[in-house]
């Protein structure tokens, strides 16, 4: 497959619109009686997204992780108390023109800042998550054959992944070697796959954590960037174009091929992006490795790259995996505790009207997960008291067969010493 850009790469504009402004609304409930503690991304200013003002804000932070995006901070919430934040933002339509039929318009921009070398050291490192090792470096040399432009090789692997993946969610584990195995992916997996093969061809390349600006709640999405001289950050969703590709979106049809060429360097602004990149190191002292609760234990282990870790109650490595747009530092059960109850990331929306109940449903949710819980308990003690019972059972059948067999031996002892 052919990326179909008419001259040079660099030639070729990059377009621009306003797609409207957005606001988001972001809540964090702590429905429990305990402090609890969350590193929070504020949204960054990247290529779907500018003007990016925080008009909103219940906790002040109490520490900030400075990222070369942004920033990650860190808040605490009280017992019986939620974290409510909102921002404002402008979305963005990106074209790049690439594919003539798909008939862009609008005005252009000026040539992008070059590319620091601190941004592309990062950019193209190989870490926890997005791995670049010799077998990895060696498939993508395959895949992207004599071609020579950063674009015509990162189109390359596009193509590739939209043509040879399926999509799963949940993904299970989340590394690029179970990706590759099983050729299946959800959104995440999938644009972490694409980063990878694209920081192992030199291309800087990183992943978005975001949603869709049009969604409901916590309607969440993961795409990528590249970096191209002269254009600057490229929006690339390789989930959207397997989707299209594959005819899983609906009223699509697989022959389209223009449809899901479009998501390489296009964007609808329909995206909100709350962090950029993985592995955000913090320091030793807020590092965490605490007992789990045992609703946790239950469900098991995420796995992100080669790191296993309960979600919330781990850093791996000193990092937070990522922020989507909160992560957790739950308090460590003491004893055995009951369950958990707190949200995972958050609550967010760009309607406000949506997360008008959200704190209410966080208390019904604990009391369902408690009643859900002595439930369960009643239901494994009446199973242990029918084990019990059955053990009694056979207990009485061994003595009984016990009586059976020495009884008439007792007899003829007794009999034989008369």
């Known amino acids: ?49 500018d003007c990016v003002q925080l008009t909103h804000e219940s906790h002040k932070a109490v520490d900030t992780i400075d990222q070369l995006w942004g920033a990650v901070k860190l808040y605490e919430i009280g017992a019986w108390q939620t974290l409510d934040m909102q921002w404002s933002l402008r979305r963005k339509i990106v074209r790049m023109a690439a594919f003539p039929s798909a008939g862009n318009s609008g005005h252009s921009v000026g040539p992008a800042s070059r590319l620091s070398a601190e941004e592309k050291e990062v950019y193209l490192r190989s870490s926890n998550q997005i791995e ?32 040879q993946f ?20 959800d959104c995440g997996s999938l644009s972490i796959l694409f980063c990878s093969m694209c920081r192992a061809l030199g291309v800087p390349a990183r992943p978005l954590f ?10 969440s999405h993961v795409w990528s960037e590249i970096w ?20 899983r979106a609906r009223g699509r049809s697989t022959s389209n091929s223009a449809s899901w060429e479009r998501f390489f360097g296009n964007a609808a602004g329909l995206y909100i992006a709350f962090s950029i990149d993985v592995d955000f190191p913090i320091a030793a002292a807020r590092s965490i490795n605490r007992h789990p609760s045992l609703t946790s234990r ?41 369950f958990d109850g707190f949200p995972r990331t958050g609550y967010w929306s760009t309607r406000a009207a949506s997360l ?21 308990l009643a239901i494994i003690a009446s199973a242990v008291m029918r084990f019990v019972m059955i053990a009694e059972v056979l207990i009485w059948i061994i003595v009984l067969l016990a009586l059976c067999i020495l ?12």
Not at 7 to 18: I, M, S
Not at 26 to 37: H, W
Not at 133 to 160: G, H, M, N, Q
Request: proline share 8%; hydrophobic share 35%; net charge positive.
């Open 1 to 49: 497959m052919e990326l179909s850009i008419a001259g040079n790469t660099a030639d070729v504009p990059e377009v621009r619109d306003d797609a409207g402004i957005s606001q988001i609304v972001y809540k964090y409930p702590n429905a429990a009686s305990r402090p609890l503690l969350v590193w929070v991304s504020h949204p960054p200013e990247c290529s779907i997204q």
């Open 132 to 163: 670049t090792t010799p077998s990895l470096r060696k498939l993508s040399e395959e895949i992207a054959a004599e071609k020579v432009r950063p674009a015509d090789r990162a189109f390359r692997v596009y193509d590739w992944i939209a043509s």
């Open 166 to 185: 399926g999509y799963k969610w949940p993904p299970g584990e989340r590394s690029i070697q179970a990706t590759l195995d099983t050729r299946k992916g």
């Open 210 to 219: 975001g949603g869709w600006c049009a969604g409901g709640i916590n309607s």
């Open 228 to 247: 191209l001289e002269g254009k600057g950050w490229i929006p690339v969703d390789v989930s959207l174009g397997q989707a299209l590709r594959s005819g």
């Open 298 to 338: 239950m469900v098991g282990r995420y796995v992100v790259g080669s790191q296993k870790f309960y979600w919330g109650y781990e850093t791996p490595q000193n990092c937070i995996p990522y922020c989507q747009p909160g992560y957790p530092l739950y308090p460590e059960a003491k004893g055995v505790a009951i």
């Open 356 to 376: 008008k109940w959200i704190t209410p449903f966080e208390y019904l949710r604990r009391i369902f997960l408690l009643i859900s819980f002595v439930f369960e």
């Open 407 to 418: 009884l008439p031996t007792m007899r003829r002892t007794l009999s034989t010493r008369r």
